[in-house]
Antibody, heavy 113, light 110 residues
Framework: EGQLVESGGGLVQPGGSLRLSCEAS????????MNWVRQAPGKGLEWVAN????????YYVDSVKGRFTISRDNAKNSLYLQMNSLRADDTAVYYC??????WGQGTLVTVSS | QAVVTQEPSLTVSPGGTVTLTCGSS?????????PYWFQQKPGQAPRTLIY???NKYSWTPARFSGSLLGGKAALTLSGAQPEDEADYYC??????????FGGGTKLTVL
């Protein structure tokens, strides 16, 4: 049974940075595209970014382009999201997921002064 | 980016059948949008039910099925159970651009 575990969330001031991590286990991580998805309090799901199997292709929602960077390390079965220039409207639970079908439990990012 | 539309809410009777749809502002949804369907219950992470239009995972209950219907992606629930009450989201892929979630459908089993 596959599993994804996110970490790295927390409280950060506007303009600050955070790096989220997602560690995969129980499935062949390198075989799947991976996504970051977020959900603001009381709102629906929003796709944030994805990355192909070898990390050579990356796509982002317009609102995070130039601020967020998705990456992966297949040797460590890990996915990352570097978030810079954070804004209040980035406040959300951030999930990693992928074409494997598995989801993490989410990590909360709160951007506030 | 494209806008993906879903019914805001639907109600189904226990044992009944309901179809949720997922449309795209760019035109007809095709298999090339690789439609996904997800279920989310309050306080829980989403769960993937359907991938690439109509494929199921090992954990997907047999009563759920995916298809293309009238230019939209569709999720059909046949024989609704009380535990199927949840929010349902579709996700469409736009080649070279990225992916977009629909706004979600709140399904009530009543």
């Amino acid at each position: 049974e596959g599993q994804l575990v996110e970490s790295g969330g927390g409280l950060v001031q506007p303009g600050g940075s955070l790096r989220l991590s997602c560690e995969a286990s129980g499935f062949t991580f390198s075989s799947y595209w991976m996504n970051w998805v977020r959900q603001a309090p009381g709102k629906g799901l929003e796709w944030v970014a994805n990355i192909n199997r070898d990390g050579s292709a990356k796509y982002y929602v317009d609102s995070v382009k130039g601020r967020f960077t998705i990456s992966r390390d297949n040797a460590k079965n890990s996915l990352y999201l570097q978030m810079n220039s954070l804004r209040a409207d980035d406040t959300a639970v951030y999930y990693c997921s992928g074409s494997s079908g598995y989801w993490g439990q989410g990590t909360l990012v709160t951007v506030s002064s | 980016q494209a806008v993906v539309t879903q019914e805001p809410s639907l109600t189904v009777s226990p044992g009944g059948t309901v179809t949720l749809t997922c449309g795209s502002s760019t035109g007809a949804v095709t298999s090339g949008h690789y439609p996904y369907w997800f279920q989310q219950k309050p306080g829980q992470a989403p769960r993937t039910l359907i991938y690439h239009t109509n494929n199921k995972y090992s954990w997907t209950p047999a009563r759920f099925s995916g298809s293309l219907l009238g230019g939209k992606a569709a999720l059909t629930l046949s024989g609704a159970q009380p535990e199927d009450e949840a929010d349902y989201y579709c996700l469409l892929s736009y080649s070279g651009v990225g992916e977009v979630f629909g706004g979600g459908t709140k399904l009530t089993v009543l």
